[in-house]
């Protein structure tokens, strides 16, 4: 069974930068056939794809986020990380990480998410 | 980049059959893939239909998915309609760097 299990401070100060990782369990996230997502909802509000890794090193980002995301991945640890810098309150949401099929294109597995408030 | 519009909420009686409609304002909706998920209160989203029109494995087959090249649209169905259905959908679909979201729909099953 596969399992994301997302860790991360719950509180960031303004301006610091968002650190998060995801552990994957269950499959190797050098699997060609997936790639590794982050994924954030405001409360209250919808969902808003933030970015993925594939196991290459290849990063796809939210254009409205770019400039300020980093995401990577270590093989060792079979985990990947978010970095979000000049963090805002406006980055206060649950963060989810999930796994993305790639024939299709659909995520098959998220992490139970992981509440990030940014504080001023 | 594309859009994705849903409606904000839908109500429908228990037993009876719910669509909703999931728009995409540029490019064509049959050009690539579309998905839904639920998302009940307090939890992660779950995908109900995936590349259009499956179902994952254990989703139940009242749940069926459509695309509508002539409006646009992707629409979830949900007939036989339970209490337990209730929560937010949202459509997802994508292009060829980046994955889009619909504003999710507030199912309401009264």
């Known amino acids: 069974q596969v399992q994301l299990q997302e860790s991360g401070p719950g509180l960031v100060k303004s301006s610091q930068t968002l650190s998060l990782t995801c552990a994957v369990s269950g499959d190797s996230i050098s699997n060609g056939g997936y790639y590794w997502n982050w994924i954030r909802q405001h409360p209250g509000k919808g969902l808003e794809w933030i970015g993925l890794?594939?196991?290459?090193?290849?990063?796809y980002y939210n254009p409205s986020l770019r400039s300020r995301i980093t995401i990577s991945i270590d093989m060792s640890k079979n985990q990947f990380s978010l970095r979000l810098s000049s963090a805002t309150a406006a980055d206060t949401a649950v963060y989810y990480c999930a796994r993305e099929k790639r024939a299709g294109n659909w995520f098959d597995y998220w992490g139970q998410g992981t509440l990030v408030s940014v504080s001023s | 980049n594309f859009m994705l519009t849903q409606p904000h909420s839908v109500s429908e009686s228990p037993g009876k059959t719910v669509t909703i409609s999931c728009t995409r304002n540029s490019g064509s909706i049959g050009s690539t893939y579309v998905q839904w998920y639920q998302q009940r209160p307090g939890s992660s989203p779950t995908t109900v239909i995936s590349?259009?029109?499956?179902?994952p494995s254990g989703v139940p087959d009242r749940f069926s998915g459509s695309i509508d090249r002539s409006s646009n649209s992707a629409s979830l169905i949900i007939s036989g309609l339970k209490t337990e259905d209730e929560g937010d959908y949202y459509c997802?679909?994508?292009?060829?760097?980046?994955?889009?979201f619909g504003g999710g729909t507030k199912l309401t099953v009264l």
């Open positions: 590349e259009n029109n499956r179902r």
């Open positions: 890794i594939y196991f290459t090193g290849t990063t």
């Open positions: 997802q679909s994508f292009d060829s760097t980046s994955r889009v």
